[in-house]
């Protein structure tokens, strides 16, 4: 069992930043990666990032590639998602992920993830 606990979310205005951070604890040894999905009002979830734990590999959704990043830090068993030039349009509550060992789905479906956080709201004003 993993469990995950995010912070960081909050209402800012267009164009600013804001960085997700996302706790793990439990079977951190079973975990092939971690990623952030996200779902805005009246909308499925949809992927944002993955960052693989070991080789350190980045993925991401078209619309947030070149303004957010996403890294890890193993020794805290930390995974921030850095989010700059924020829109209106992301919006949405913010869920940690964490896709274990031997998953066969792809980094960028959820059915990959088996453990989730409580999520975080990010509010980008205009």
């Known amino acids: 069992q993993v469990q995950l606990v995010e912070s960081g979310g909050g209402l800012v205005q267009a164009g600013d930043s804001l960085r997700l951070s996302c706790a793990a604890s439990?079977?951190?040894?079973?975990?092939?990666?971690m990623g952030w999905f996200r779902r805005a009002p009246g909308k499925e979830r949809e992927f944002v990032a993955a960052?693989?734990?070991?080789?350190?590999?980045?993925f991401y959704a078209d619309s947030v590639k070149g303004r957010f990043t996403i890294s890890r830090d193993n020794a805290k068993n930390t995974v921030y998602l850095q989010m700059n030039s924020l829109k209106p349009e992301d919006t949405a509550i913010y869920y940690c992920?964490?896709?274990?060992?031997?998953?066969?789905?792809?980094?960028?479906?959820?059915?990959?993830?088996?453990?989730w956080g409580q999520g975080t709201q990010v509010t980008v004003s205009s």
């Open positions: 992920a964490a896709r274990p060992l031997g998953s066969s789905a792809s980094y960028y479906s959820d059915r990959g993830y088996a453990s």
């Open positions: 960052i693989n734990r070991s080789s350190g590999s980045t």
């Open positions: 439990g079977r951190i040894f079973s975990l092939n990666s």
